[in-house]
């Protein structure tokens, strides 16, 4: 089974990059530059480089005793909330910057929902001096104010997106908006692996890292590269791609991907794109998306504001049609349960994306022996105050 992308942007069926000819040039230039660029010596030691100095990698693979005695595996959590910014998205934007640069751009546009990607965003850009504009829905820049403050300090100016339902697939239209205009001197940083043809596999290779350095320090614990599961919660899908990249075609890992179900999945208010989605295009690919009848988008719904997005990427569309991963979902209780029982029983508090692929431990029964990798995208600390809401600890 093939499970990376065709020669034309495809993922079986899922894929493409289906844009309006004012992006056709932007896209073209990248689809025609990426492999070279990315896989030249200079690149990857300027990478690497940063990634090992920067961003602090390679970041633990940490065995959890207590949540392993309380589940019956054996539970390793890796741990990119302790990447610099608290989450996983600083790889990828670190890899575009670099990218831009090589293709002369002078300033760099994002689209954020969580707000944890306009911040890595803004982080690269301060670093190298670029311009940054950030586009993020009017609702997710007040249940993330944190994270909207930390840009400003960084230098970016962040965009309210005041359409549709105010959230991050609002933010998405604007910021394509913004590269029609601009399409010359600007690069846009996608923060998933969404969009059209080459960013899902673009931002998937960026994030591979983390599925690379599961393997050795698996080796390294267990004395094998391979764990029964990985788990990951998916929005559009960057952390899950990055965790389960290296491991897509060795059939006997488990892969798991935690959508949020939001108020239930039946509710009307959720985001578990795979239960409720079909085929459709939405920002530039062919993927699985919540829509209404006549085609028209459904808005989704999550207490993570990084997973309140109504469709996944065309790779996770594709290994949800061919079976390769389980696709699970958690409502925001159980989300908010699973992340008060990682603080209380490992000392760590998860961001509320990261706590929906905690959430699945409950609904999977594991012998003894069974090795379990949760990939822990993010810190709690932007979210402090939706758990403050919440109450219940």
């Known amino acids: 089974m093939r499970y990376s992308v065709d020669e034309n942007g495809y993922y079986g069926q899922f894929g493409g990059a289906y844009i309006p000819e004012m992006l056709y040039p932007n896209v073209e230039e990248l ?64 890899g575009q910057i670099i990218l831009a640069k090589k293709l002369g751009k002078q300033k760099i546009i994002a689209e954020t929902g969580a707000g944890q990607h306009g911040v890595a965003t803004a982080t690269v850009c301060a670093l190298m001096g670029m311009e940054c504009i950030v586009y993020m829905g009017e609702i997710d820049m007040q249940r993330q104010k944190p994270n909207v403050e930390r840009m400003r300090i960084l230098g970016a100016e962040v965009v309210p997106a005041k359409s549709g339902s105010k959230t991050l697939k609002d933010a998405t239209n ?77 059939e006997k890992v488990k892969l798991v991907a935690v959508e949020a179900a939001g108020r239930g999945v039946d509710s009307g208010e959720s985001a578990a794109t ?11 690919s062919k993927t699985l998306l919540m829509q209404t009848a006549d085609g028209q988008v459904v808005e989704p719904y999550s207490i993570s504001a990084g997973l309140d997005y109504p469709g996944i990427g065309p790779m996770h569309a594709h290994l ?58 993010g810190r709690g600390d932007k979210d402090l105050e939706t758990y403050i809401k919440w109450g219940k600890y």
Request: hydrophobic share 40%.
């Open 31 to 94: 689809r025609d530059n990426y492999l070279s660029i990315i896989g030249d010596s200079a690149f990857k030691a300027e990478f690497d480089k940063l990634l090992k100095d920067y961003v602090g990698r390679p970041t633990p693979l940490y065995f959890a005793k207590r949540l392993s005695e309380q589940y019956g595996a054996k539970i390793y959590l890796k741990r990119e909330d302790l990447c610099h910014t608290g989450a996983h998205k600083v790889n990828n934007t670190i």
């Open 274 to 284: 795979s239960y409720l989605g079909k085929p459709g295009v939405l920002h530039g």
């Open 174 to 250: 604007e910021a394509m908006r913004h590269w029609i205009s601009n399409p010359v001197d600007t690069h846009y940083i996608i923060g998933s692996v969404v969009g059209p043809h080459p960013y899902p596999d673009m931002v998937a290779r960026f994030q591979s890292v983390i599925s690379e350095e599961m393997k050795w320090q698996l080796n390294e614990e267990e004395g094998t590269e391979y764990p029964h599961y990985v788990i990951a919660c998916v929005g559009g899908g960057s952390n899950a791609a990055g965790a389960f990249y290296h491991y897509l075609d060795e």
């Open 320 to 377: 949800f049609d061919t079976g390769r991963v389980k696709f699970e979902n958690a409502t925001d209780e159980e989300a908010m349960v699973a992340g008060v029982e990682l603080s209380k029983l490992e000392g760590i508090i998860p961001a509320i994306e990261s706590a929906h692929a905690l959430a699945a431990l409950r609904k999977m029964s594991f012998e003894k022996s069974d090795i379990v990798v949760i990939n822990l995208s």
